[in-house]
């Protein structure tokens, strides 16, 4: 064999080494950005338009009305609560579940308090994702879909003095 022939050999192996190494790597970063927005956001993964977003806000009792867990809330309605928030956050199922478990709530009868108590309120968004992340007023209501039907998934009475979960909200 030929000095030629075998630095030519040499070379398509070094090449056939990088060119398989090169593709391990693409595939095993493609796949780790994957679980990690599987992580953040599982839901991304099915059709964008089955993505609900959950709107977490702490509001006054008087905006809350004679609203109850499960009931259907309109756009108008949502929008109401947005522009009344004292807090609020847009954010997926996990998150809004940890804030559920930090918030510092009462077991009181929310119609039992006065229009003045702090109440904790989660409605979920169907189709909204848009919504997530959104850290102005403005944005919130201008990314709620245009049928912007909601169902009020957590309803609570916040204790008179709270501040355990606020850091997850963004404050007006």
């Not at 009931?71 to 579940?97: G, H, M, P, R, W």
């Not at 409605?123 to 919504?131: F, L």
């Not at 944005?139 to 709270?162: D, F, H, M, T």
């Amino acid at each position: 064999m030929t000095l030629f022939a075998e630095l030519f050999i040499v070379l398509i192996t070094f090449y056939g080494l990088f060119y398989i190494f090169n593709n391990q790597n693409k595939s095993t970063t493609e796949n780790q950005n994957i679980s990690t927005t599987e992580k953040k956001y599982p839901q991304k993964l099915l059709n964008p338009q089955q993505i609900t977003a959950n709107l977490c806000v702490i509001v006054k009792a008087s905006v809350i009305g004679n609203l109850k867990q499960n009931d259907q809330v309109d756009k108008s309605k949502i929008e109401e609560i947005i522009d009344n928030s004292l807090y609020f956050v847009c954010t997926n199922t996990e998150d809004a579940n940890n804030i559920w478990e930090v918030i510092e709530k009462t077991d009181e009868d929310i119609k039992t308090v006065g229009k003045n108590r702090d109440i904790y309120l989660r409605v979920n968004i169907n189709r909204a994702e848009e919504m997530i992340g959104k850290k102005v007023r403005y944005s919130l209501k201008e990314k709620l879909p245009p049928n912007g039907q909601g169902v009020v998934r957590q309803l609570a009475c916040l204790k008179p003095i709270y501040t355990s979960g606020l850091e997850k909200f963004n404050d007006i």
